[in-house]
């Protein structure tokens, strides 16, 4: 093994992740053609039994190794067999299943890393009364078992890390990728500081609204969550009304800025109002989208202009039902996501890549020239 490495460098990809850590698997390859490795990824299985209960397996030697483990826990397309039944894997059982990989590892690992790109529970990061802190917990749990580092995506609440103080957690931000992205899609788009806002759908996105409203010196903008707290649906206090605080947006581009689309009624309501407002196109940049009920909310707002496009990235499962519709764009990470492992492995920071505000300020002064 070549000195400059932390170890010799083993990925192993949970169920449904197959796809995205084949292209990862082609990057380091092509970058590091002088080891004359078949493949970086491990040979592991969490075969069910007929009760649907597991173990982990891996297949191959792990001594020594630099170790990623790469897990979508929001992956349903993955089923298994229970009792007969087909049974959709839910974030709780993709969660055993890295625990059970884990376990299999036994210790052997010179360095686990657990690369988690939407946290498991990341929405659950706090307690309000009599409720669960399952995070937290979570992060304890894999920590424990002897996970080194955690490795996520634009997390709920990054203040979760606190629960696991002598681990490493990096959260990584999607933010260039996405600006690149709408540059390829809308040539036009000019991040001029007269014509583009960023938005903020709640209190909860301002700091990632305020991110992007620094490095592209554009306005900022929010809407915050009237909500009815004498009302409890589904654990959560309704939302009675979006109200927005900012200057005029009459005739200019926005862009709304969050960790996720869930059923996406905020961000849609938001658009629609923004549109009311007078602006010219509205664009939804989210690292995650769930979609949670289907397309046809945003199938409706599209074909009434109300909304212009949603990009999400790659990092979690989509169905190709969405990945084809006219008002979504795919953001790849495939490429990041090699770089971060390259780097790690080689023991190597990684501050630049966690943090590309020079890498935004290249693209845009390029899109600002017209070039």
Same mark, same amino acid.
């Not at 053609?33 to 891996?58: H, M, N, Q, S, Y």
């Not at 869930?262 to 629609?272: H, N, Q, R, T």
């Given at each position: 093994m070549n000195s400059e490495y932390f170890g010799e460098l083993s990925i192993v990809g949970m169920k449904g992740t197959e796809k995205f850590l084949s292209n990862v698997d082609w990057y380091l390859k092509q970058w @590091? /053609? +002088? *080891? #004359? @490795? #078949? %493949? &970086?990824?491990?040979?592991? +299985?969490?075969? @069910? &039994? $007929? %009760?649907? *209960?597991? /173990?982990?397996?891996? !297949? #191959? %030697?792990? @001594?020594? !190794? +630099?170790?990623?483990? &790469?897990v979508d826990p929001f992956n349903y397309s993955v089923k298994y067999n229970m009792y007969g039944m087909q049974v959709p894997m839910s974030p709780d059982d993709h969660f055993q299943d890295l625990k059970r990989i884990i376990c299999a590892i036994g210790g052997k690992a010179r360095r686990i890393s657990v690369i988690m790109p939407m946290l498991y529970e990341g929405r659950q990061h706090r307690r309000t009364a009599r409720e669960s802190l399952d995070c937290a917990v979570a992060l304890q749990e894999i920590a424990y078992m002897g996970a080194t580092n955690i490795i996520t995506f634009d997390a709920h609440d990054p203040r979760v890390q606190n629960a696991i103080p002598r681990n490493g957690f990096d959260d990584v931000r999607s933010s260039y990728q996405m600006l690149k992205a709408l540059s390829r899609e809308y040539p036009d788009i000019t991040f001029d500081p007269q014509t583009t806002m960023i938005v903020a759908p709640d209190e909860g996105a301002m700091s990632r609204a305020m991110y992007f409203s620094s490095v592209l010196n554009v306005e900022l903008g929010m809407f915050y969550k009237r909500r009815n707290y004498k009302v409890i649906i589904n654990g959560m206090n309704p939302i009675e009304a979006h109200e927005f605080l900012g200057n005029s947006v009459d005739g200019k581009d926005i862009i709304i800025v969050d960790d996720m689309i869930?059923? $996406? *009624?905020?961000?849609? +309501?938001?658009? *629609?109002q923004l549109k009311e407002k007078g602006a010219r196109r509205v664009f939804v940049f989210s690292t995650f989208g769930l979609f949670c009920n289907g397309c046809a909310k945003f199938d409706a707002a599209y074909e009434a202009g109300k909304i212009d496009r949603i990009f999400t990235t790659n990092l979690n499962y989509r169905p190709d039902e969405i990945i084809n519709r006219p008002w979504y764009t795919e953001v790849n990470m495939c490429k990041y996501v090699s770089y971060i492992i390259d780097s790690l492995n080689r023991d190597r920071s990684i501050s630049e890549l966690l943090n590309p505000i020079n890498r935004i300020h290249a693209l845009t002064d390029k899109v600002r020239a017209g070039k």
């Open positions: @590091r /053609k +002088d *080891e #004359e @490795r #078949e %493949t &970086f990824l491990v040979d592991a +299985d969490c075969p @069910r &039994f $007929g %009760t649907g *209960e597991a /173990k982990g397996i891996i !297949h #191959e %030697t792990m @001594r020594g !190794h +630099d170790t990623y483990i &790469f869930s059923s $996406g *009624e905020s961000v849609l +309501d938001i658009a *629609e």
